[in-house]
Structures are given as structure tokens and as C-alpha cells.
């Protein structure tokens, strides 16, 4: 028999305000890659990380 999909699915964020300012420094958008459970986490995830283009901490969202 084949196995059941696991929980944990692979997801990426991508920075909100690099994508959102069109005047920034260096071309380019921080997009990080994580996991979530599918199960528990059913909406769109969002944290807090550092952005190497803005250079600062800004709110990264997940994409498909």
C-alpha cells in the first residue's frame, strides 16, 4: 500500500516590503524556505525575519 501524505509541507517566504517598495537599494527579494503542519497551520504563515536588502528585520509571508 502507498503511504499517506505526511503532515509537514515545504513552504517559502518572501520579504513584504522589498516586493511592495519600488525605490529600494539593491535589486532583489529575501525569500526564505521553512515548514509548517498542514494540519494545525491552515492559513498563510507569517514571521518575522531578517532582510539582507532592506537590511532590517521585516514581516516575510508565505508564497506558493
Not at 31 to 57: I, P
Amino acid at each position: 500500500m502507498a503511504k499517506a501524505k505526511g503532515a509537514r509541507i515545504i513552504i517559502t517566504l518572501e520579504c513584504t516590503e522589498c516586493r511592495t517598495n519600488p525605490a529600494q537599494r539593491s535589486p532583489g527579494v529575501s525569500r526564505y524556505t521553512t515548514t509548517k503542519n498542514r494540519r494545525t497551520t491552515t492559513g498563510r504563515l507569517e514571521l518575522k525575519k531578517f532582510c539582507r536588502y532592506c537590511n532590517k528585520h521585516t514581516i516575510h509571508r508565505e508564497i506558493k
